[in-house]
Structure formats: structure tokens, C-alpha cells
């Protein structure tokens, strides 16, 4: 009997304070016209809490969606490159806060790649029979760790959590194939100096942010476009086979570019970059979560789904939907709003870099 990792939930969670183009034109020399014209980009979220709250409720609206109890899971994975501290790990909190005893729990860092990695291991332990019920968290709070001075990198990113939870079935669904990898001669294209690699003395408050965008633009859609085509090769599907494209959200252009080399009409490619930005592990799961509420998902659907990351990692998938398309409890958990606006939370970030800038 062959045993495959079913989808059985779904869940999100979007910060409330909404940081518009406008917004960030009122501090950096950019426009609405510039940053739509470039990534796609309308506005994006910026949360005034952790990462691990932010995982907690996407986890929780999932655990209602699959109509579970935290206690059921025996793994919670949460990907993500902005942890709350270093240790210990953001899955721990949400296993704490969501009150889930007896489950195994860790972080796995591959960027933006971290949510498809993390189905593609957790997939392979459910079919080994090792794990049953396994929660999946996209997580970001990328707003907390850029450099507000710096326009290029600035206006791309934003916060929110996304995640799955994969139940071990005898149906044919979940993840049929994958294929993960990583360019790692590539690796300082894209990368942020965070951590372990401070001076501990003399650290001054600004993380330099390495974005070669051209470089990363050649080498991710090469990255994806190959791993598409190895998962493709794997199960025998072509394009005319697939319901939806749903992509890791990064650019605009590059959603395009990549829909185009893999033959996939724009009506069948999820897009909501214009909503959010790039949040990095999380664009994957909320794109599915959306696509799912919006009735763009639907029962026995085949879908296809490629990622990039700093690494720079690579990797896509074909995921079949369940016959499932509605939660079986109300999975619409929301962050309560604390009264701060976007710029609120920004503008001191942004204060705090340009006068270590001029200090430098």
C-alpha cells in the first residue's frame, strides 16, 4: 500500500498595518509608478509581533482547516530566516502556544525556499511511515532585520506566516514529486549579515543586505525552470496536465518570465505579490491559501510550484489537491491590530539606520 502525505489544511496570517508605495515614497527616493513598474509591488504588511506569533495563528487556522487537535501532530516544522533569537527555535513556541505535547519540533532555514523544502522532507517522512500528522509554517518578519535607507531591497519585502498540515493517506494527493537543490557558488548574491557573524563589539545596528538583483534574476529562473522540468520528467505530466502555477512570490516579472518558459498560461498562474510583497517562506503557503478561499484551487486539482532562495536555493513540485476545498472549522484567526500604522513601526527603523549611516 503506498502511502502519500494528503493536504488536509490550510491557514495564514497577515499582520494588519499596511505599508503602501505612497508610504515608503514619504522616507525613500521611490515612487508607486517605480515600484510597480519593477516588481509588481503595491503595498505589503509590517507586524508589530515575533515570528512565532505570526506562525502560531497560521498554524492554528491550519490545525482548523484539517479539523485537528494540536496534540494529534507528531511534527511541527516552521521555515523561516528571521527567527525570534537564535535559540531556542521559533517551532518551539508555536508547539508551546499552540499546546501541542507531543510532537517533534524544528526550524529549517533555505530562505524562500524553506516552505517547499520543507513539504518535500516532510512528505518523504510521512510515506516512510516515520511521521502521520505534520504541521508545516511558513514564517516571516523580514521588516525587522532591513536596511530602511536602501530602496532596492526596501520595497520588496514583507511580513505574514502561511502553513499546511499533511496527514498520511491512501489517496493520491499531497506532494507527487519534488526536486530540491542549491547553487551555492551563488551564495552572496543574495545575503544578509545576521547573527553569529557580528562582531559582537562592534556591531552598530546596520545589516548589510548583498542583493545582486540581475544575477539573482538569471540564476533563479534557471534554478526553477530546471527543477520544473525534473518533476515534470518524474511523473510523466506535461503543462496541458496542470490546473495552476503557483509560484514563490517574489517579482513580477520573473512570476511572468518563469510562466512563459514553462508554458503556463497567465489565467492559470497565482499571483498576489501586489498584496504583500516578498515574504520570503511565506509567500508559498499564503499563495495556497488564498488560491483555495478564492475557489482557484479545486478538488483533484494538479498543481505546480517552483521557489528560489538566498543560498541560493532552488526547487519546485507537483502537488495534487484532496477533494477537500473548504475548512472543517472556521480557519479565519486574525492578529489583533495594536493601533500602530505601518509607518509607525518603520519610521524608527529607518531613523535608527540612516544616523548609524552617517556615523559609519
Known amino acids: 500500500m503506498k502511502i502519500y502525505a494528503e493536504i488536509t489544511g490550510w491557514g495564514k496570517c497577515l499582520p494588519p ?8 515614497a514619504t522616507f525613500l527616493d521611490t ?53 525570534d533569537e537564535i535559540i531556542p527555535n521559533v517551532a518551539s513556541a508555536v508547539q508551546r502556544d ?23 522532507y516532510a512528505t518523504q517522512a510521512i510515506r516512510t511511515g516515520v511521521h502521520k500528522k505534520v504541521l508545516i509554517i511558513g514564517a516571516e518578519r523580514l521588516t525587522r532585520i532591513l536596511d530602511w535607507t536602501q530602496r532596492e531591497s526596501a520595497v520588496l519585502f514583507g511580513d505574514g506566516a502561511g502553513a499546511m498540515v499533511l496527514e498520511a493517506s491512501e489517496n493520491e494527493s499531497g506532494l507527487l514529486a519534488s526536486h530540491v537543490t542549491c547553487d551555492a557558488e ?38 526553477m525552470n530546471t527543477a520544473v522540468e525534473k518533476v515534470f520528467a518524474e511523473t510523466g505530466l506535461t503543462t496541458d ?83 477537500r476545498v473548504t475548512p472543517i472549522r472556521p480557519n479565519n484567526e486574525v492578529l489583533p491590530s495594536d493601533g500602530q500604522s505601518a509607518l509607525d513601526l518603520i519610521l524608527p527603523l529607518h531613523e535608527k539606520t540612516k544616523q548609524a549611516w552617517e556615523k559609519r
Open 17 to 24: 498595518a499596511i505599508m503602501t508605495n505612497d508610504d515608503l
Open 31 to 83: 515612487s508607486d509608478e517605480w515600484i510597480r513598474t519593477r516588481t509588481g509591488i503595491e503595498e505589503r504588511r509590517v507586524s508589530a509581533v515575533g515570528t512565532s506569533k505570526l506562525a502560531t495563528i497560521a498554524g492554528r487556522n491550519a490545525l482548523a482547516a484539517a479539523g485537528i487537535d494540536a496534540n494529534e501532530l507528531d511534527l511541527i516544522l516552521v521555515g523561516t530566516c528571521t527567527p
Open 98 to 120: 499552540l499546546g501541542s505535547k507531543y510532537a517533534a519540533a524544528f526550524d529549517l532555514n533555505a530562505a524562500c525556499s524553506s516552505f517547499l523544502y520543507g513539504m518535500h
Open 186 to 223: 551563488a551564495r552572496d548574491v543574495l545575503a544578509l549579515e545576521f547573527g553569529m557573524s557580528f562582531d559582537r563589539f562592534g556591531f552598530d545596528g546596520i545589516m548589510p543586505f548583498s542583493f545582486v538583483g540581475q544575477e539573482i534574476f538569471k540564476r533563479a529562473v534557471k534554478g
Open 241 to 323: 496536465d496542470i490546473d495552476s502555477l503557483i509560484p514563490h512570490q517574489a517579482n513580477k516579472r520573473l512570476i511572468d518570465y518563469l510562466a512563459k518558459m514553462c508554458k503556463v498560461p497567465e489565467e492559470k498562474t497565482v499571483i498576489n505579490i501586489q498584496k504583500y510583497g516578498n515574504t520570503s517562506s511565506a509567500t508559498l503557503p499564503i499563495a495556497f491559501c488564498e488560491a483555495v478561499e478564492q475557489g482557484i484551487v479545486k478538488p483533484g486539482d494538479t498543481i505546480v510550484s517552483a521557489v528560489f532562495g538566498g543560498g541560493l536555493t532552488c526547487g519546485a513540485g507537483i502537488i495534487k489537491w484532496g477533494q
